[in-house]
């Protein structure tokens, strides 16, 4: 492929300061049961290629799922249309030194077992056990289970010489139930809403204590029906990695895309209580907070070694001891607005540009265990598993729910709490952070549904967190 493309750029004719082509390939199967009913099976293949043409500082686009030379170069002939509109309203002139530098080099998925080596007969046979294993009560009365394997090869080539070819293997999981007594309804899941989503092959599928954990999300749902209501108070807020998941997500990654900061994604997915000259001097949380972007850890579901404009990627700290270093900006992001950012211009198609996503946006661990952290703990609540999520268009206000609570008194997890939630915000909360597992308490979730951009882009993204206490957050129950 690398090769016909290389052969593509040198026979496409336009005048043009650079030409890039990126090319994606995706097979994903997604197969879904509910109370061990077959609800999907399916197969889609998509593949085409983005046309990218850099014009006397302008950028222009086009898309094609015909990858002859023939409908390639009509591609690259409407991309610069695109761009030589541009020079009548353009805000900033790019450089393809700077924005589109050369660059060779490949990356591919780890994993154990390929995503082919079970059948799909055995990969169903298991998602029917999974519900049936869920169905530990008649109080049980919705049960599913699913799994989704992604493969998806990308391909990039440029007229100044950038060749990269990157692989990538991911598996989502997700299974849960809904319990019933009367009007009061409970959900519980594995950490919530494909929060399974990792990349490597059928090893993750496959785990060790698999049945173990699918019972016990039976059982915890059951419980919910007869846990007392999550009370309303200030208190101590412990939260689990997989809700830290939605909070790093939400009140961290969104706020930091520097195409938000500057205005890009008003219209739509909203703007940023941040502001430029927040860098490097506002103190986001409290000195235990260091946020990393870090797409190198093998496995998170958004680890890459370019992103889709071919810049390289690296680990950076976005907060370091709480305070602001760098926003989630790519190379076009940070020449504009002068913010040091990192290599996160993403794309989720062929036919979709690369805009400023998140990828792997990760709590760094403390050095607190989770005895420690409950040790000190005279009374507060525990909360696992999102269920809910809401925040303002700055993300700065927000107020978010969890599957599953526990309340603590005197140094322990004691009673359930059901419909557990808090609410705070985004500045307020991340100073109330007053303790950070260690490594033991670290774990790593991802997600295949942020959304973004017009038309909208549903990219992968990876969070890893430890436990984490908070104190004095408000916390309140279903009622309120």
Request: hydrophobic fraction near 35%; charged fraction near 20%.
């Amino acid at each position: 492929m690398l090769s016909n493309l290389n052969y593509a750029v040198a026979s496409i004719n336009v005048p043009v300061d650079w030409l890039g082509i990126r090319v994606v390939k995706e097979t994903q199967i997604h197969r879904h049961f509910r109370d061990a009913m077959p609800q999907m099976n399916g197969k889609n293949i998509t593949l085409g290629a983005m046309i990218e043409v850099a014009i006397d500082g302008c950028i222009g686009y086009a898309a094609t799922n015909y990858l002859d030379i023939q409908n390639l170069q009509f591609a690259a002939e409407k991309a610069c249309k695109q761009a030589y509109s541009a020079k009548k309203w353009w805000m900033y002139p790019f450089q393809v030194d700077r924005e589109r530098p050369k660059v060779v080099g490949e990356y591919f998925s780890p994993f154990v077992e390929s995503l082919d080596t079970l059948n799909p007969g055995e990969i169903n046979d298991i998602l029917v056990r999974i519900c049936k294993t869920l169905k530990i009560s008649e109080k049980i009365v919705q049960t599913t289970a699913e799994a989704v394997t992604t493969e998806r090869e990308t391909w990039f080539v440029s007229s100044n010489g950038s060749e990269i070819y990157q692989k990538f293997l991911f598996l989502s999981t997700y299974y849960g139930v809904t319990a019933q007594d009367g009007s009061n309804i409970q959900q519980r899941t594995n950490n919530g809403w494909q929060a399974n989503s990792y990349q490597g092959g059928l090893e993750l599928f496959k785990q060790d204590n698999l049945w173990e954990k699918v019972e016990t999300i039976g059982k915890q749902a059951v419980e919910l029906l007869s846990a007392q209501e999550c009370p309303t108070t200030s208190t101590n807020l412990v939260l689990a990695p997989d809700q830290m998941m939605l909070q790093i997500h939400e009140s961290v990654g969104h706020p930091l895309e520097i195409d938000r900061i500057l205005g890009d994604e008003r219209n739509y997915a909203g703007g940023s209580f941040i502001n430029k000259n927040d860098f490097g001097k506002l103190e986001y949380g409290s000195p235990l907070m260091n946020i990393t972007f870090d797409p190198t850890i093998s496995g998170e579901m958004a680890s890459y070694n370019f992103d889709d404009t071919g810049a390289t990627a690296k680990r950076e700290y976005l907060i370091r001891e709480g305070a602001l270093q760098r926003g989630l900006g790519s190379l076009e992001s940070q020449a504009r607005s002068g913010i040091d950012g990192v290599a996160c211009a993403r794309a989720c198609s062929w036919n979709r540009p690369a805009i400023d996503r998140m990828a792997n946006i990760n709590l760094e661990p403390g050095t607190a265990s989770l005895e420690e952290i409950l040790s000190g703990i005279e009374y507060g609540v525990y909360m696992e598993s999102n269920r809910s999520w809401s925040i303002d268009d700055r993300r700065y206000k927000f107020q978010f729910g969890c599957e599953y609570g526990k309340l603590i008194e005197n140094g322990k997890l004691t009673k359930t709490l059901r419909n557990p939630n808090y609410r705070a915000t985004t500045p307020d909360f991340w100073h109330s952070l007053t303790k950070v597992g260690d490594r033991s308490t670290w774990e790593i979730y991802g997600t295949p549904f942020c959304g973004k951009g017009e038309p909208n882009q549903a990219i992968w993204v990876g969070h890893g967190s430890p436990i984490c206490l908070f104190s004095n957050v408000e916390v309140f129950g279903g009622g309120k």
